[in-house]
């Protein structure tokens, strides 16, 4: 890849994510909605959500932009999963803000933790910096768990 190739495949590695977390928050529709909800101790306010996420879709993009690039014979099975993680992502918003769904929600959103665990086991396979970029991801989605349910119960 020449440097022209490589500046395109990384922004177009950056925005697909973005471009998820953009449309699933689009079709969910009714996030203003989270303000009427009873919520745990440590709810962040709702602008912090959106300001997060485009950090952690930046880290995505970046790690999945050093994969595709690598020559790591198992750069499509990272990739693969990471896709995983991104059709799981993009589907938990439509669950708990467009259908209000909170209990299946927090189970979906349980499963991409665990999604999410692999994801990270496969890119430190290929480059452990890759990995630990995805920490805060996974972090902030055991965060937002404990919201999830604690909504569910109190909700």
């Known amino acids: ?15 697909i994510p973005i471009a998820i977390g953009f449309l699933s928050a689009l079709i969910s529709g009714n996030m203003s909605a989270y303000s009427d909800l009873n919520k745990p101790p440590l709810s962040p306010p709702g602008f912090i959500f959106p300001i ?37 992502n ?30 990270i086991y496969q890119f430190y396979q290929i480059n452990p910096l890759l990995a630990y970029l995805q920490i805060p991801y996974l972090l902030w989605c055991i965060f937002a768990a404990y919201l999830n349910l604690m909504i569910y119960i109190m909700n």
């Open 90 to 119: 993009f589907f938990w918003s439509i669950i708990f803000f467009g259908l209000s769904q909170y209990l299946l929600a927090f189970l979906w959103l349980i499963a991409l933790i665990f999604i999410i665990i692999i994801m």
């Open 1 to 15: 890849m020449n440097k022209l190739q490589n500046k395109s495949a990384l922004i177009i590695s950056i925005l």
């Open 52 to 88: 997060i996420w485009t950090i952690l879709y930046i880290l995505m993009g970046i790690s999945s932009y050093f994969i595709y690039i690598s020559e790591n014979k198992n750069k499509n099975k990272a990739l693969k999963i990471y896709a995983i993680q991104l059709f799981f």
